[in-house]
C-alpha cells in the first residue's frame, strides 16, 4: 500500500459502515471494498462491515480463484479483526435465499481487547429489520 | 453545510459522474461548500487529460477541472485504484518508470485515507456510482 493516512480530527468519531452487495470475483468493488475497509482502521472511527444480497459469497469459505486467474483477496478477511472492526453483519434472509448457512461463512474472529483479549466471534447473522435500524444509525455509509 | 462527494464509477458509460457534477454544481450554488470529490473504482477514470470528446458533446473531465479551478476544490484520485488503471501523475511517472503521466489539472492523485478523513470531516458523504 502507498496509503498515507493521515490523522483524524480529535474527538470526531462517526459510525462507518461498509455495505458489500456483490459477489467477490465478478469485479473490483468487492476488493476495493475491502482495501476501504483496512485503511479506514487507522482513523479510529466506529466500523462495522455488512454483507447482503450477494455479497455474502464475499466470506464463503473455500474460495478457489486459480482458475479464474484472479488473486483471490478474500483471504484477507481474516486480517480484519486485527484492524479495529468489531462487526461483521451478514443479512440472514441473503445468506437463506443462496442456500447458505453460517457454517458455510469464514470463522472470523477479533481479539477484545476490554475483555482480557478473549477470542470472539466477527460475525453476526440479523435480520434485515434489525440490519435496517442499524443502517439508520449510521453516520459514513459506503456501498460496494 | 459541508459535502464530501465519492464518484465511484466512469465517466459516459455510467450517469455517476454527471450526476455527481450537478450535484456539486447545485450544492455550490445553494450556499453550501464541497469539502472534497474523491475518484475511486473506474472513477479514476474521471481525472485522464487525454480524453478528447466530440465537441458538440459535454466534456466529462474538462467539466471537473474547471469546476474545482472556479471554486477551488479539491479533486483526489485513488492512489491504488489509480495505478490498477492508469491514472498517473508525474509522481507515478517517476516511481512506476512509465513513459508519460495523463492527470487532468485539478486532480491530484492520494490515498484512500482522504476518503475516510473526507467522511469524517465533511457533514454529509455524498456517493454516485452502484
Same mark, same amino acid.
Given at each position: 500500500?502507498?496509503?498515507?493516512?493521515?490523522?483524524? +480530527?480529535?474527538?470526531?468519531?462517526?459510525?462507518?459502515? &461498509?455495505?458489500?452487495?456483490?459477489? +467477490?470475483?465478478?469485479? #473490483?468493488?468487492?476488493?476495493?471494498?475491502?482495501?476501504?475497509?483496512?485503511?479506514?482502521?487507522?482513523?479510529?472511527?466506529?466500523?462495522?462491515?455488512?454483507?447482503?444480497?450477494?455479497?455474502?459469497?464475499?466470506?464463503?469459505?473455500?474460495?478457489?480463484?486459480?482458475?479464474?486467474?484472479?488473486? #483471490?483477496?478474500?483471504?484477507?478477511?481474516?486480517?480484519?479483526?486485527? &484492524?479495529?472492526?468489531?462487526?461483521?453483519?451478514?443479512?440472514?434472509?441473503?445468506?437463506?435465499?443462496?442456500?447458505?448457512?453460517?457454517?458455510?461463512?469464514?470463522?472470523?474472529? &477479533?481479539?477484545?481487547?476490554?475483555?482480557? &483479549?478473549?477470542?470472539? +466471534?466477527?460475525?453476526?447473522?440479523?435480520?434485515?429489520?434489525?440490519?435496517?435500524?442499524?443502517?439508520?444509525?449510521?453516520?459514513?455509509?459506503? #456501498?460496494? | 453545510?459541508?459535502?464530501?462527494?465519492?464518484?465511484?464509477?466512469?465517466?459516459?458509460? /455510467?450517469?455517476?459522474?454527471?450526476?455527481?457534477?450537478?450535484?456539486? *454544481?447545485?450544492?455550490?450554488?445553494?450556499?453550501?461548500?464541497?469539502?472534497?470529490?474523491?475518484?475511486?473504482?473506474?472513477?479514476?477514470?474521471?481525472?485522464?487529460?487525454?480524453?478528447?470528446?466530440?465537441?458538440?458533446? *459535454?466534456?466529462?473531465?474538462?467539466?471537473?477541472?474547471?469546476?474545482?479551478?472556479? /471554486?477551488?476544490?479539491?479533486?483526489?484520485?485513488?492512489?491504488?485504484?489509480?495505478? *490498477? *488503471? %492508469?491514472?498517473?501523475?508525474?509522481?507515478?511517472?517517476?516511481? /512506476?518508470?512509465?513513459?508519460?503521466?495523463?492527470?487532468?489539472?485539478?486532480?491530484?492523485?492520494? %490515498?484512500? %485515507?482522504?476518503?475516510?478523513?473526507?467522511?469524517?470531516?465533511?457533514?454529509?458523504?455524498?456517493?454516485? %456510482?452502484?
Amino acid at each position: 500500500m502507498t496509503d498515507e493516512a493521515t490523522a483524524a +480530527p480529535p474527538g470526531a468519531v462517526k459510525k462507518f459502515m &461498509y455495505i458489500n452487495r456483490r459477489a +467477490p470475483h465478478g469485479g #473490483n468493488y468487492a476488493q476495493e471494498g475491502l482495501e476501504v475497509a483496512l485503511i479506514g482502521a487507522a482513523f479510529d472511527q466506529e466500523v462495522s462491515l455488512a454483507f447482503i444480497d450477494d455479497g455474502v459469497f464475499q466470506l464463503k469459505t473455500g474460495q478457489d480463484t486459480a482458475a479464474a486467474g484472479l488473486k #483471490n483477496f478474500t483471504a484477507a478477511f481474516a486480517a480484519l479483526g486485527d &484492524y479495529e472492526v468489531k462487526r461483521i453483519y451478514v443479512e440472514a434472509e441473503s445468506l437463506a435465499r443462496r442456500g447458505l448457512t453460517a457454517d458455510d461463512l469464514m470463522p472470523l474472529m &477479533y481479539e477484545d481487547e476490554d475483555d482480557d &483479549y478473549a477470542e470472539k +466471534p466477527l460475525i453476526e447473522i440479523i435480520g434485515k429489520d434489525a440490519l435496517a435500524d442499524l443502517i439508520e444509525r449510521q453516520d459514513v455509509l459506503l #456501498n460496494f | 453545510m459541508k459535502f464530501a462527494i465519492v464518484v465511484n464509477e466512469g465517466p459516459y458509460t /455510467h450517469q455517476a459522474s454527471d450526476s455527481a457534477y450537478h450535484f456539486a *454544481r447545485a450544492a455550490l450554488e445553494g450556499g453550501h461548500a464541497i469539502y472534497r470529490v474523491f475518484f475511486y473504482h473506474d472513477g479514476v477514470h474521471n481525472g485522464t487529460r487525454l480524453a478528447s470528446p466530440p465537441q458538440d458533446e *459535454r466534456d466529462v473531465v474538462n467539466r471537473w477541472s474547471k469546476l474545482a479551478a472556479e /471554486h477551488d476544490i479539491d479533486l483526489v484520485v485513488c492512489v491504488a485504484a489509480a495505478q *490498477r *488503471r %492508469g491514472i498517473v501523475d508525474a509522481a507515478e511517472k517517476k516511481r /512506476h518508470a512509465k513513459d508519460a503521466d495523463n492527470i487532468a489539472p485539478g486532480f491530484r492523485i492520494s %490515498g484512500l %485515507g482522504q476518503l475516510i478523513e473526507a467522511g469524517i470531516r465533511a457533514d454529509r458523504l455524498m456517493a454516485f %456510482g452502484d
